[in-house]
């Protein structure tokens, strides 16, 4: 019988092993086959305080790790194949074999930007692909920076990016965009942003860094290079909540639905980082987050006796 079972291994999840740890509650990670979450997809990271000359998301990740561990958090690296939260204590089967019992749980399985599914994206992932802008905006200062999607996020993207690039290019692939009028008219009137209508990726160019796309206009299907350094692929998020389904309240787009901190509608099962923010999105929200759900399980544990 475990106090806290944590499954997801990325800023909030090891934030929240840190506090429970050093709470004696004894904590156990599920860590997932590819731990760490976002943050190992990335290069450098500049905006993570207390790394005044940036470190890489990896490095960070195992930073948190190794203070996890050093508290007494148990890592599992395996899957999370199924739960059982309608009675306490809980139950959570792992790789399909292994079933263990906790009294309390925290959630950070994190979300997964959406990508366009092209060998050469994923090959440039970190090299000038990008899926946040907040992140990586600063790294392409004075250079031409194209964003895919048509939603509110390509339009806060693109307006946001225009601070450094030297202009942005915004990729749609219909002539019609998704986003709220407000935001949309921000965007066009932005004098550093021109969009490219009817357009689908058909290649990321570039060996080593980003140099440019190939795109396809769904129309005439002429075919088409257009020169960046830059490529921003904001298609949208997909909340890690497969395993929740129909256990868990979320909103209508999958997100978990916290109230009162990180609580969710089931006592004894809490939710941090991006699996419960479809706004912010940070490594340092969804550290904060961590340490807020470790706070509001002892809490609970405690009350419980
Ligand atoms: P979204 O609204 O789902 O928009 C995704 C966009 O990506 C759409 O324009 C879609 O094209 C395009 N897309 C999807 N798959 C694609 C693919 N494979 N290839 C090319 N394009 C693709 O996602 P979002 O913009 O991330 O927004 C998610 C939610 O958060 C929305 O409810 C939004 O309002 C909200 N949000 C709000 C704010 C704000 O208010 N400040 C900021 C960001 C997000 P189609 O249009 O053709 O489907």
């Known amino acids: 019988m475990h106090n806290v079972v944590i499954i997801g291994s990325g800023p909030a999840g090891l934030t929240a092993a840190v506090y ?62 199924k739960v059982d939260l309608s009675r306490r204590p809980f139950t959570v089967t792992i790789n399909d074999e292994e079933t263990i019992q906790t009294r309390s749980l925290i959630i950070s399985t994190g979300a997964s930007a959406n990508l366009l599914g092209l060998d050469s994206e994923s090959r440039l992932l970190g090299h000038g692909v990008s899926t946040c802008a907040t992140c990586d905006g ?89 020169d960046c350094k830059g490529v921003f692929v904001a298609i949208g998020h997909t909340p890690n909540t497969q395993l929740f389904r129909g256990q868990i309240e979320t909103d209508a787009n999958g997100y978990i639905q916290t109230s009162h901190g990180t609580a969710t509608n089931v006592p004894g099962v809490f939710a941090a980082g991006d699996v419960q923010d479809p706004h912010y999105r940070q490594a340092i929200t969804a550290a904060g987050t961590g340490c807020m759900a470790a706070m509001d399980a002892e809490r609970f544990l405690e009350a419980e006796g």
Request: net charge negative; no cysteine; aromatic share 8%.
């Open 20 to 81: 429970t740890a050093r709470a004696n509650l004894a904590p156990l990670m599920i860590e997932g086959s590819q731990a760490g979450g976002q943050l190992t997809l990335t290069t450098d990271v500049e905006n993570f305080p207390g790394f005044p000359q940036g470190i890489m998301g990896p490095q960070l990740i195992q930073d948190m790790r190794a203070q996890a561990e050093r508290f007494g958090t148990a890592f599992q690296t395996a899957d999370v194949t």
């Open 138 to 226: 600063f790294f392409f200062r004075g250079q031409p920076i194209v964003v895919i999607g048509g939603g509110d996020s390509a339009m806060e993207e693109a307006t946001f990016l225009t601070k450094f690039a030297s202009h942005v290019t915004i990729v749609h692939r219909r002539d019609k965009l998704r986003a709220s009028k407000i935001m949309q008219d921000k965007a066009i009137k932005n004098d550093k942003i021109s969009f490219r209508w009817n357009s689908m990726v058909e290649e990321v160019l570039g060996d080593d860094v980003v140099t440019g796309l190939r795109l396809r206009d769904v129309v005439t299907n002429d075919m088409a290079t257009l």
